[in-house]
């Protein structure tokens, strides 16, 4: 069955770096989020993206946020200076045609030190 | 309001007995809702979906109901297993937006063997 691949599963990080996190969608998927969970609370939208922009995004997502889709199978989400807030895990997710086949990544675990 | 925190709520059943848990969304212009799975340490995993011009949508064991008039949603598993432990939540979209989907809290499945 096709998966959503995300690397590294855990990342640490000191606070004021930069980190990127990758996730390869499915392969002819069309539409790209991401999402996050902070330990022990609901999963937040932060992004989606189509055509090569993104569509919407929360008010979680500031400046400090960005995403790209750099050679056509990997899509990436950047945290410019990290806070000890942005712990959390960050789950991928991709779909085929909107709501076709939405299928989520395992995560990365990012920890702020 | 939203209801988060580190304490979720907790269904604890017998082993073969029907568990159902419940959720209520937030937003009455949603027209599509997903329950979802999460096993420790992995992503969201699609259960099943209903869309709003329907009341009820079976699957293998599993039964989502949905009551627009309270916006109610609830998920029936028949004959729980151990496996079935994981936490559950519920989400909403709208289907003409971005495909962002509103998760709910979670409610924490036991199965008592």
């Known amino acids: 069955e096709p998966e959503v691949t995300q690397t590294p599963s855990h990342q640490v990080t000191q606070m004021g770096q930069e980190v990127i996190l990758r996730c390869v969608p499915i392969s002819n998927h069309l539409y790209f989020y991401w999402y996050r969970q902070i330990l022990g609370q609901k999963v937040e939208f932060l992004v989606s993206?189509?055509?090569?922009?993104?569509?919407?995004k929360s008010e979680i997502f500031d400046d400090q946020f960005s995403v790209e889709r750099p050679d056509g199978s990997n899509f990436t989400l950047k945290i410019r200076s990290t806070k000890l807030e942005d712990s959390a895990m960050y789950f991928c997710?991709?779909?085929?045609?909107?709501?076709?086949?939405?299928?989520f990544g395992s995560g990365t675990r990012l920890t702020v030190v | 309001g939203e209801s988060v925190g580190l304490h979720l709520p907790t269904l604890s059943v017998q082993e073969g007995d029907n568990s159902i848990i419940n959720c209520a969304y937030s937003n009455s212009a949603s027209d599509y809702f997903i329950w979802y799975k999460q096993e420790s340490g992995k992503g969201p995993q699609f259960i099943i979906d209903i869309r709003s011009n329907m009341d009820k949508r079976q699957g293998q064991r599993v039964t989502v109901l949905l009551n627009k008039t309270v916006k109610h949603l609830s998920l029936q598993i028949a004959a729980t297993q151990p496996g079935d432990s994981a936490v559950y939540f519920c989400a909403e979209t709208r289907m003409d937006s971005s495909y962002k989907l509103i998760f709910g809290s979670g409610t924490r499945l036991l199965v008592r063997p």
């Open positions: 997710a991709s779909s085929r045609t909107g709501l076709f086949g939405y299928t």
């Open positions: 993206f189509y055509n090569n922009e993104i569509s919407e």
